[in-house]
């Protein structure tokens, strides 16, 4: 029976209020650097995945979230619907699509299920789903995340760039509010905290939100049974800034934004 790697629970008074499950996929590396020193040299690494600052947050607003690393979704991303089903909605940031496709035993030559095309069906069915951007989100760095290419297609509200779609914005960004008259933008703000970038992408379908130099930045939609949104900067650095991180707002948003896609709003 699948079991996510690590199930990031905060017990006691944020957990017994809990009405949300969420799995969330993604958002960690490994990084590894090579130290030379004359004619000798040496590695060190380590994995790079502290989400505490968006995890807490959701956790105070009584959302419990799942955490799957990057380097587990190959093998342990559910592979059965009734496994997804366990799940109020699943989110993908930062992950590469080919996690989800090549799983170890592919590579092998043996038929897997296609985990988007599950997704694709979660979704259909009822489940909650969302995608943040980020450097391996959308078409993502050099076009390596690749999304463009699945199934997700037919159920997000954008449409993906086939090439790098990173707009680096180092100078800062504001997104602008749009349609305040929805529940993921209740009792938020309309001025917003700068990001330093986002995932180039075009409204397509469902209902615009907010935009980033007039380019969508949070979209949602309903699909069948299901509900759909994107959000295309990040929610930690570098795009997504600490002037947004320390928000006030900031684990408000998330929750609305995670509970409207799960229906719980």
């Given at each position: 029976?699948?079991?996510?790697?690590?199930?990031i629970s905060f017990k006691g008074e944020y957990m017994e209020a809990a009405d949300c499950k969420v799995l969330f996929v993604g958002e960690s590396a490994y990084k590894i650097s090579v130290h030379f020193k004359g004619f000798a040299s040496y590695e060190t690494g380590y994995l790079g995945d502290n989400l505490d600052p968006f995890l807490l947050p959701l956790a105070k607003e009584g959302v419990e979230v799942n955490f799957m690393r990057n380097h587990d979704v190959s093998v342990k991303f559910p592979r059965m619907l009734e496994e997804l089903e366990k799940y109020d909605a699943v989110v993908i940031s930062d992950a590469?699509?080919?996690s989800f496709l090549l799983h170890p035993q592919t590579l092998t030559g043996v038929r897997m299920p296609n985990r988007m095309q599950l997704i694709n069906k979660y979704v259909r069915n009822g489940g909650g789903f969302a995608m943040i951007g980020g450097w391996m989100s959308f078409a993502g760095f050099h076009a390596k995340a690749k999304y463009y290419s699945t199934p997700?297609?037919?159920i997000l509200p954008i449409r993906l760039c086939t090439h790098d779609d990173r707009m680096e914005m180092p100078e800062g960004v504001t997104p602008g509010v749009v349609n305040e008259n929805h529940p993921v933008l209740a009792g938020i703000?309309?001025?917003w905290p700068f990001f330093l970038g986002y995932n180039k992408t075009y409204a397509e379908r469902g209902m615009t939100l907010m935009t980033i130099n007039n380019d969508p930045?949070?979209?949602v939609d309903q699909v069948e049974k299901g509900r759909v949104a994107v959000f295309t900067s990040d929610v930690l650095p570098h795009w997504g800034s600490m002037e947004f991180v320390e928000w006030p707002w900031y684990g408000k948003f998330w929750a609305q934004l995670f509970r409207w896609v799960a229906g719980r709003n």
């Open positions: 029976m699948y079991e996510p790697s690590t199930a590469p699509s080919d997700l297609t037919e703000p309309e001025e930045f949070l979209v």
